[in-house]
């Protein structure tokens, strides 16, 4: 690969899913994966994982700290699809069912560097209020298809959702090439805050 | 205790300045503590003064002598040692320690000086004592030779002194015996302590003893005092508010600068308290520490003009700015790290920028400061001050001259009257009465207004010009008073004479038309007055009146009641009884005039006065001026004045000091040139006059307009900007001051103030650079200005974007919005609106809609449509088929390959264009083409569909549970799993989770095939049976034959020779020329019960459901047998060694298409092996023939099996059916109908299917049963067996099976059943079931029969479409597709379950419990198996055929089809000879043709009942070959699928090195286009 015209870019990702603040529920996990669009792919690392267990902390914070690790490097030719973070959350309900309390997605940061983000989880809503007793008395809420469908706009409007909580999430983002692309991503305190 | 204190101070000041008597600090530092306080300074200070000086010395001396060697080595420690002890015992002295405890010493002191005297006597006498072994020499010689005085306390004093002295000097020496190591620090302690501490730990323990001696009550002062004092020592500042003359000069009122216009800042918040403080401290304070004349002032220039204190504006962000936290806890580590930051380029304020993309713009702008004039000055004179008035008067004199305005105003006047006299004289064409009434008015109006300015204006000049004098003669009688003049000022009138009677007669004459003018003036307004009068003392009349008649009436009231009258007195409401106007005296007018013109205007005959100042004058040289003159001038002459110049508020440059002359004139002639980089905001001049060396103050700031950027060097006018200053200063000589006061009069009356002001000449100008270009910053520079401005001004939310194009609309809203004008942050705005309204910009006559559009558009659109990425990029979004799963486009447009778009652009432009390449024949083709396109149709028409999702596509939920229907009792049924195990201990199966086919990749998917086992595979015939007539009814071989062939057959037969059993069969399946295999097996009914396992690739790596759905691609599932031949040469090898060859021999296969496997999931049960009908060197055993009731003949149908398991995994959700309502024609009562009829029927039995209404080619619902019509099949058919109807019936489904089989799902992309009529049908020659059991039905129906269609499931197709008929006594069930039949209970009928009948009157749903159709009745006249759809309460309406009236055939040409023959052959013989690229492949022609003349033959019997005649005629044809072949026989529909199944036989697989083939193809042309396809494929081996 000539260094002078490459012909891809590539985006490295690293970080890690840090912790949660679920203020009803404990006992949680994550997974996680990736969504991006057609003119990418993932050269290295995982696109997907699943966390550990994690009980809420002790202290007055109760936040649920999984600092669940990720990295992957992705290759493209475009920016159209920038990959996104799609995550899940599952913990025991009171009967003891595995059932989901937030799905949530973001993208990844454009700009490399250090980036923390917060996301608001939500979980989808029940049809009525009796399914919405048995889903809880069953322990089978309603859940995404696929949890990707969080990543993209098209068919959300029919879905009906409720917030449950946030995620934080710390990226570490290293690019290549992007500049001899022309993409320019860099940071931009290099211009100073753009205050009015 | 001040005056002591500074005594102390005066003492000590002078020691510290010698660095040398460091030591000698020692014993005078104690001085003032050591000492008790003097009472009285006069009685012992000057003896113990020179006494100790006395002892200083001699110390001195002696010590020198000690120290000189010590000294001498070590020089710099020493002073420094010593000297830092003292300077801080000085600090302790006489800073922290307060004056109180001295005063308090000194009090006791005076009460106890005798105990004290005492105490010390005590203590000298214990004192020698304390260091016996000690006296140095010096200390001995200080002793003896010390005079002592007679007085016992000096003496005591002294002796102390001196020990002490000899201590410490004791101590001294012994540190300086010790080497000189130590560090600064510890010396300097050592010092400290040598010297002070020990004296203060001494002095304390005097202390002590001085408390034991003398008890006294503990001081107290009272409240009062300590308040006395420390209001003495303390401010506090009121916290009251300071009234507003204090805070200004006097007499000054306070100036608002918000009332005048000018934009004042909003200030910060201070509370009202804190601010009053701050301004009682502010006034009280600076006055109190600055004693100088302008005290007063000092305090006040603390606040503004409007008596507020000064602010700037608020430095408040108007609005909250969150600093950013550290996400992190920082460690103090993290902190110490050094971090390295590239250097940045400082930006300036960004606002003012000088095009801050741009290098460093060499702007320049050049401000020449020519000179200054004070026109008042604190050193003026009093003679100054009346010069500069003249001055200033002749300047306005000369202005007023240069205008010249009254002779302007004199000459309009005499134009006006003209004019009038022109309009009045009866010559003038009269245009109108009207009109000229109305302008000679206005003329009048005019000359009277013209008049009265003209007068004012005379009079002004007038005025102006005996001020002139008067301050002339002024300044001359002041001259003459203080006998010495100041300045060389001259005022010369000159007098111009004129000629006395004209002019005369002209001012008479003026004189007189102004009268006259007048009185009309005044005649006109009399009669108008009159008017007035008339009127209103008509309306008096009548009141009047009115008044009288209403008293008369009171009268008689009043009469009634007289007290009621006083109250009802009317309220002097009563109108004046109007004044007639009197007319106006012209003589007193004439007298009125004249005064005026008297007063105003110059007399006849007077001459006019000319002024002409000039500076001719001498000035009194200083020697004869007064002491006080001198003093001005010498003050004066001391005076410099020099000025800054400031740029945007940064002092830039500063003119030379230059000095003020004796006309308060400077000349500084000096340009400076500004190298700016800022645009510029501000330029201000700022004035600072010094006086003598000592300070300089500040007088005034001039601010000089920034240039206007036409105005360039050399261009620039020099301008004067006049300036003032409010310093009040009052002088000592001549000088008249500033601010102050003064008078000329010698009473001091008429006082006049008078302020430092003057003026500054100067001119600036851009710069022009080296080659003439003016060296200005850019307009763009002001654009950025002005979109930054327009951030702030908010105009955009408030008029919105498109307003900004409209210029009026903006400054209307700029208007609206009272837009302080004189806000800096406007400025920008204004400057923008003022350009625009005055027209200058030009605005479009059009409306742009999206006006920011252009702002995008970085290339031209053609540039944009000829990037190849772009293309690319768009064809993908529109999701075209070639470019839908196009992965990691290309950055550059020079890595996309033209060849990309080549297909596509290829396929764009054949749309209309028939190619026959791939199709041979030129009907297909076209059929291909109409298939194509009804396919694009569909896909476009659900693609929107694809898109619109329902909460299920997203959301999985768990249905509204159900608790009455048994059925589904979900729950029921789920409360019921609640309580069972979470883990049982018997498992039972689960169904595997699905998967959707979106995030697939290649090898993802994996098609597995389990091959269980077969029954009745073909076994070899032994050659020998050639001879043998074949026997029908029994098996062929027995286990027997096979166990001992040598009996049978000669030893030289391989296949004896092995000792083989009857075949060895295995099972190779390939799927997307993937192969896999088992293992062998032995025996015809063999069983492997194994797993393959294949990958699966979707087309173009499009994993979606659409794509999946069009997979076309079969799974081959082939029998081979294994055949092993002994190749060895040598019998005498034999024995040991094996050289054996294998060989695999097609024996049949079976062809799942890949949707079918998709849809169903997974594929399981046993299925009917396709074997050619002609098997060379193969034989079926036969089974005994059951007589399945319909023909003994059939019984050769009975083929081999093979039971097989085919999944996916993982399990792929298939698309589901567009969920789409179509339009429809049929009757709305009728699809009601159907739709009650389905949810009933899914009520009760959900897994049977039941149809009725069905989807047509264009899209719309039509009701099943019109499909159904009897049709005409070809007459050929109908001919060719004329007797025997169950012939022509097998023969018509054999027509049936021959038209190519395509799934919906294959050809329309998304599941969606379409149906086509059978003319449709029969024109694209491809369909599914359904079509093939219409178009078959439909011919049963022609023929007579009873036929229905059988929707139900059957193997492997799933949900499918049968045909049933009714023979005489028995039903049959046809299978379209095949063309076989099977009776209703063969237990090998395909067509498992049955779900309804369809009729083409009547639809029937099985309400039977069962529904497999060996166990149904299918009488559906029995209502109670049989739902009917029609009954009586509804009963059929005799609904119309959607088939056409007759189906027209037409003849297949048959050259046409020879050729298609002919090219078929060619084509498969170069695969073959493709396929075997390592090894020769030889023809055998012979052979070939033999299998071409048998070819016919097998489609005229349909393949039955020839092989043992068509091998019989093989073998006396062929007998030295050993054979291996079978024909394939296959519907046509395009080259492709042949060359797969011939692939798939494995025929190429031979490589026996001698092996020739044959290759046959024969092609039967039925009407209409259909084909069969014969195919004899042979592998030969020549016998040695």
């Known amino acids: ?196 | 205790m001040v005056s002591e204190k500074s005594h102390v101070d005066s003492q000590q000041e002078p020691r510290q300045e010698e660095p040398e008597t460091g030591l000698l600090n020692m014993p005078a530092r104690r001085g003032p503590r050591s000492l008790p306080p003097i009472p009285s300074a006069s009685r012992t200070g000057f003896a113990e003064f020179s006494m100790r000086e006395r002892m200083r010395e001699k110390l001195q001396a002696a010590r020198s002598k000690a120290e000189s060697a010590l000294l001498q080595e070590i020089p710099t420690p020493r002073p420094r040692r010593l000297r830092s002890p003292k300077e801080r015992e000085s600090e302790t002295e006489f800073g922290t320690e307060p004056g109180k405890e001295v005063q308090s010493i000194q009090q006791k002191d005076d009460a106890q000086i005798y105990s004290r005297v005492k105490f010390r006597e005590q203590k000298i006498k214990s004192k020698p004592q304390a260091p016996p072994g000690f006296p140095s020499a010096e200390e001995a010689y200080n002793f003896f030779t010390f005079n002592f005085d007679p007085e016992p306390e000096e003496s005591e004093e002294k002796t102390k002194m001196k020990a002490r002295d000899g201590t410490s000097q004791e101590e001294e020496a012994g540190e300086e015996e010790e080497p000189p190591v130590r560090g600064g620090s510890k010396t300097d302690e050592e010092g400290l302590l040598n010297g002070k501490d020990a004296e203060d730990f001494l002095l304390g323990l005097e202390h002590m003893a001085n408390d034991f001696v003398a008890v006294r009550p503990a001081d107290y002062e009272s409240v009062h005092v300590w308040l006395q004092k420390e209001k003495e020592i303390l401010f506090i500042p009121s916290r009251l508010t300071v009234p507003t003359y204090k805070k200004l000069p006097e007499n000054v009122q306070p100036r608002f600068l918000e009332d005048e216009g000018l934009y004042i800042g909003a200030r910060p918040e201070v509370a009202p308290t804190n601010q009053n403080i701050m301004e009682n401290r502010l006034l009280v304070q600076e006055p109190r520490n600055d004693f100088g004349p302008s005290a007063r002032s000092q305090g006040r220039r603390w606040f503004g003009d409007d008596g507020r204190i000064l602010a700037l504006p608020s430095p408040i962000r108007p609005f909250p700015c969150r600093p950013l936290l550290s996400t992190r806890e920082q460690s103090t580590k993290a902190e110490l790290e050094t971090l390295y930051r590239k250097a940045v380029k400082y930006v300036h304020s960004s606002k003012h920028m000088v095009g801050s993309g741009d290098p460093p713009g060499n702007f320049q702008l050049d401000i020449d400061i020519s000179g200054l004039l004070f026109t008042h000055h604190p050193c003026f004179s009093r003679e100054h001050v009346l010069a500069a008035k003249l001055a200033q008067l002749y300047d306005q004199y000369l202005a007023r001259q240069q205008r010249n305005k009254a002779k302007f105003l004199t000459d309009k006047l005499q134009a006006l009257r003209n004019a009038v006299q022109a309009s009045l004289s009866p010559e003038t064409p009269q245009q109108s009465l009207d009109t000229n009434q109305k302008t000679i008015k206005e003329y009048k109006y005019e000359i009277r207004q013209t008049r009265k300015l003209r007068d004012a204006e005379q009079e002004k000049d007038r005025n102006l010009l005996k001020t002139l004098i008067k301050v002339w003669k002024e300044m001359k009688s002041l001259r003459e008073f203080q006998r010495f003049t100041n300045t060389p000022l001259k005022l010369v009138l000159r007098k111009e004479k004129f000629d006395q009677k004209a002019d005369e007669e002209a001012y008479e004459a003026e004189i007189q038309a102004e009268i006259n003018e007048l009185l009309e003036e005044h005649t006109e307004e009399y009669e108008q007055k009159m008017e007035e009068y008339r009127a209103s003392y008509q309306q008096w009349k009548a009141w009047k009146k009115a008044q009288r008649a209403k008293k008369r009436k009171k009268k008689e009231a009043a009469e009634e009641h007289p007290e009621e009258e006083a109250e009802e007195a009317p309220p002097g409401e009563e109108p004046v009884k109007p004044v007639p106007p009197e007319p106006t005296d012209p003589g007193e007018l004439e007298q009125k005039v004249r005064e005026r013109a008297a007063h105003s205007r110059r007399r006849p005959g007077e001459p006019l006065l000319l002024p002409e100042l000039s500076l001719a004058g001498s000035v009194t040289p200083n020697e004869q001026c007064p002491r006080v003159e001198v003093l001005r001038r010498e003050d004066v002459r001391r005076r410099c004045v020099y000025l800054k110049v400031l740029f945007n508020n940064k002092e830039v440059s500063r003119t030379v000091s230059r000095q003020l002359g004796a006309d308060f004139r400077v000349h500084f002639g000096q340009i400076f040139n500004l190298q700016i980089f800022n645009w510029p905001e501000s330029l201000t001049l700022q004035v600072y006059e010094t006086i003598g060396h000592s300070s300089t103050t500040l007088l005034a700031e001039v601010f000089l307009p920034i240039p206007e950027t036409t105005v360039v060097t050399g261009r620039a006018p020099i301008e004067e900007v006049e300036f003032s200053s409010n310093q009040h200063v009052t002088l000592d000589h001549e000088g008249v001051g500033s601010g102050v006061p003064f008078s000329f009069e010698a009473d001091g009356s008429n006082q006049l103030t008078l302020m430092t002001s003057g003026k500054v000449s100067h001119s600036v100008a851009w710069a022009v650079g080296e080659n003439g270009i003016p060296l200005i910053p850019p307009l763009s520079q002001q654009n950025i200005g002005f979109r930054s401005a327009l951030k702030r001004a908010d105009a955009i939310s408030s008029i919105g974007t498109s307003g900004l194009t409209d210029m009026k609309k903006l400054a209307k809203w700029a208007a609206e919005s009272k837009l302080d004008p004189n806000d800096p942050n406007n400025a920008p705005l204004m400057q923008l609106i003022s350009v625009a309204t005055s027209g200058e910009s030009y605005v479009p006559d059009f409306f742009r809609l999206e006006q920011l559009q252009q702002e995008f558009n970085f290339v031209s659109d053609e540039e944009l449509n000829r990037s190849k990425r772009f293309r690319l990029l768009c064809l993908r979004s529109q999701e075209v088929p070639e470019f839908r799963n196009y992965k990691q486009i290309p950055v550059y447009d020079r890595e996309i390959m033209e060849k990309i778009f080549q297909e596509y652009e290829k396929r764009l432009r054949d749309r209309n264009v028939i190619e026959t390449k791939d199709h041979i024949d030129t009907h297909r083709a076209i059929v291909a083409k109409y298939l194509q396109q009804v396919r694009d149709s569909v896909i476009n028409r659900f693609l929107v569909a694809k898109h619109h999702f329902l909460l299920t596509d997203l959301v999985v939920e768990e249905e509204v549970p159900n608790i009455s229907s048994e059925g589904s009792g979900i729950l029921g049924l789920s409360l019921f799993k609640l309580a069972e195990q979470k883990r049982p201990l018997r498992p039972r199966r689960k169904g595997r989770k699905k998967v959707t086919a979106q995030n697939l990749s290649d090898g993802d998917i994996k098609l597995l095939v389990n091959i269980v086992r077969a029954y009745d595979i073909p076994v070899r015939k032994p050659p020998a049976s050639k001879f043998q007539p074949p026997s029908r009814s029994a098996r062929a071989f027995s286990e027997k034959h096979v166990a001992s062939p040598s009996t049978h057959s000669p030893a030289h037969s391989p296949d004896y020779a092995l000792g083989q059993v009857l075949v060895r069969p295995f099972v190779e399946v390939s799927f997307q020329r993937t192969i896999c295999h088992t293992t062998t097996a032995e025996g015809p009914n063999p069983s492997w019960n194994e797993e393959l396992e294949l990958p699966f690739r979707a087309p173009n790596g499009d994993y979606s459901t659409a794509s999946l759905q069009s997979v076309k691609d079969d799974v081959f599932i082939n029998i081979f047998d294994e055949v092993l031949y002994d190749v060895s040469e040598d019998d005498r090898e034999r024995g040991s060694g094996i050289h054996t060859r294998i060989e695999r021999h097609w024996l049949g296969c079976v062809k799942i298409p890949f949707s079918t496997i998709y849809f169903q999931a997974r594929i399981d049960g046993t299925f009917k092996i396709d074997i050619p009908p002609v098997l060379l060197g193969y034989s079926k055993e036969r089974n005994m023939i059951l007589e399945r009731g319909f023909d003994s003949v059939r019984s050769l149908s009975e083929g081999s099996y093979i039971t097989l398991f085919i999944t996916i995994e993982p399990q792929l959700v298939p698309g589901e059916s567009v969920r789409e309502k179509f339009e429809s024609q049929e009757d709305e009562k009728l699809l009601q109908a159907t739709e009650k009829f389905q949810a009933e029927c899914a009520l009760k039995f959900p897994n049977r299917q039941c149809l009725t209404t069905v989807i047509d080619i264009s899209g719309k619902t039509v009701f099943v049963t019109r499909y159904l019509k009897p049709l005409n099949p070809p007459k050929e058919l109908l001919n060719a067996y004329p007797s025997n109807p169950q012939a022509t019936a097998e023969l018509v489904a054999r027509y049936v099976s021959l038209i190519p089989f395509l799934p919906d799902t294959v050809s329309f992309a998304s599941i969606c059943d379409l149906w086509s009529t059978s003319d449709q049908f029969l024109d694209l020659l491809a369909g599914d079931e359904e079509e093939h059991a219409v178009l078959l039905c439909n011919y049963f129906l022609f023929l007579g029969k009873k036929a229905w269609l059988v929707m139900g499931n059957a193997i492997p197709e799933g949900p499918t479409a049968y045909v049933l008929t009714w023979e005489q006594n028995h039903y049959l069930i046809w299978n379209p597709c095949s063309g076989h039949f099977y009776g209703q209970f063969d237990t090998f009928c395909p067509l498992k379950s049955v779900g309804c009948l369809i009729g083409p009157d009547n639809i029937w749903f099985n309400i039977q419990q069962y529904d497999s159709p060996l166990r149904i009745n299918f009488d559906v006249t029995k209502p109670k198996l049989w739902k009917s759809f029609f009954s009586r309460s509804l009963p059929y309406p005799g609904l119309s055929s959607v088939q056409p009236e007759e189906l027209i055939y037409q003849r297949t040409d048959k050259a046409a089809a020879a050729e298609l023959q002919d090219r078929i052959e060619k084509i498969l013989k170069e695969k073959i000879m493709d396929w075997r690229p390592r090894h020769l492949t030889r023809w055998n022609r012979y052979c070939t043709s033999t299998l071409r003349h048998f070819l016919p033959l097998l489609e005229r019997s349909q393949g039955e009942d020839v092989e043992d005649d068509h091998r019989a005629e093989l073998l006396k044809q062929l007998g030295d070959y050993r054979f291996s072949g079978f024909p394939l026989h296959m519907p046509y529909s395009e080259v492709k699928p042949l060359i797969e199944a011939v692939y798939s036989t494995g025929v190429h697989n031979i490589d026996v090195p001698n092996v020739e083939f044959a290759l046959a193809v024969y092609i039967h042309p039925y009407p209409k286009n259909v084909l069969s396809v014969w195919i004899y494929v042979a592998s030969l081996i020549r016998n040695r």
């Open chain 1, 1 to 196: 690969m000539a260094a002078a015209s490459p012909s891809v870019f590539l985006l490295m990702v690293n970080g890690q899913v840090e912790s949660a603040q679920f203020p009803e529920y404990d006992d949680l996990y994550c997974k996680y994966c990736f969504v991006y669009g057609q003119d990418w792919a993932p050269t290295a690392g995982l696109e997907e994982g699943i966390s550990q267990i994690t009980s809420k902390s002790q202290d007055v914070r109760r936040v649920l700290v999984w600092n669940f690790p990720i990295d992957v490097t992705f290759k493209s030719t475009n920016p159209y699809g920038w990959p996104q973070i799609v995550l899940s959350v599952y913990g025991p309900d009171v009967f003891g069912n595995d059932v989901v309390r937030g799905y949530g997605a973001v993208h990844v940061p454009f700009s490399p560097g250090r980036h923390k983000r917060t996301i608001p989880m939500f979980v989808p809503e029940s049809t009525s209020k009796l399914q919405k007793f048995t889903s809880w008395f069953m322990g089978r809420r309603p859940e995404y298809t696929d949890p990707k469908v969080v990543a993209q706009g098209e068919g959300r409007e029919v879905t009906r959702v409720r917030s449950q909580g946030f995620v934080t999430l710390l990226f570490n983002v290293v690019t290549k090439d992007m500049r001899k692309l022309g993409y320019d991503t860099g940071p931009v305190d290099t211009q100073g805050p753009s205050l009015p």
